[in-house]
């Protein structure tokens, strides 16, 4: 067990629609991180945020949106889902902002189908 | 600049050693090293700085040639308990200011 927290774990929805990942980092990490693993794409790195603060961007659609509250918590919102979006969806936290030198600890994960 | 990782696939026996190899087009700052087996989430291996650092988990170890532009994953006297698909992760700093993942090697340990 990481210490990681996300909810729900399944989720199933259907075109268009809306849905929202929730993930509890670590106790006292300050970073939180939201990765998306599908079969075609592998692991890919979505979004950081650090205390707050958005702190790197990869390849995040326009659809999707994070943030961060101020209990560190933070949520990932998907929009007008399409059935490409299927995937299991990460979420990682770190002590410290520095991705290059940090560990990332990685929560159970949310399995998105989208029908 | 997503790495390629070698060989794709392994199959050993217990008690046999294995390499995985983790290759960059460009100048590395860190990997990052991660197994994951099926339906878990990654867990965190090691992470090798440049400078040709190499660490330690366990049976685990790793290089890091920064010359090279490529890290190694040395797994000895595997258990059975090392099957799964492993991850190298670069971090290449600057403008790709994040962790690319590499496809994965799936590590087959049977008895």
């Known amino acids: 067990d990481s210490g990681v927290t996300q909810t729900p774990k399944h989720l199933i929805t259907a075109t268009g629609q809306r849905v929202t990942l929730r993930c509890s980092p670590r106790?006292?990490?300050?970073?939180v991180y939201w990765y998306q693993q599908s079969l075609d794409q592998g692991l890919q790195f979505l979004i950081q945020?650090?205390?707050?603060?958005?702190?790197a961007k990869g390849n995040i659609l326009e659809r999707f949106s994070a943030q961060q509250f101020p209990d560190l918590h933070s949520e990932l919102n998907l929009s007008s889902l399409e059935l490409g979006d299927s995937a299991l969806y990460f979420c990682?936290?770190?002590?410290?902002?520095?991705?290059?030198?940090?560990?990332?600890?990685f929560g159970p994960g949310t399995r998105l189908t989208v029908l | 600049q997503q790495p390629v990782q070698s060989p794709q696939a392994v199959i050993l026996r217990e008690g046999e050693d294995a390499v995985i190899n983790c290759s960059s087009s460009k100048a590395l700052y860190s990997v990052h090293w991660y197994r994951q087996k099926h339906g878990e989430a990654p867990v965190f291996l090691m992470i090798l700085l440049k400078g040709g650092e190499q660490k330690g988990h366990e049976k685990i170890s790793a290089s890091f040639n920064e010359k090279k532009q490529q890290s190694s994953l040395y797994l000895t006297a595997s258990q059975l308990s090392y099957s799964g698909t492993y991850f190298c992760?670069?971090?290449?700093?600057?403008?790709?200011?994040?962790?690319?993942f590499g496809k994965g090697t799936k590590l087959s340990v049977k008895p």
């Open positions: 945020y650090y205390n707050g603060e958005e702190r």
């Open positions: 992760a670069p971090y290449y700093g600057g403008s790709q200011g994040n962790l690319i």
């Open positions: 106790s006292g990490d300050l970073s």
């Open positions: 990682a936290s770190s002590a410290r902002p520095q991705m290059g030198t940090d560990t990332q600890y």
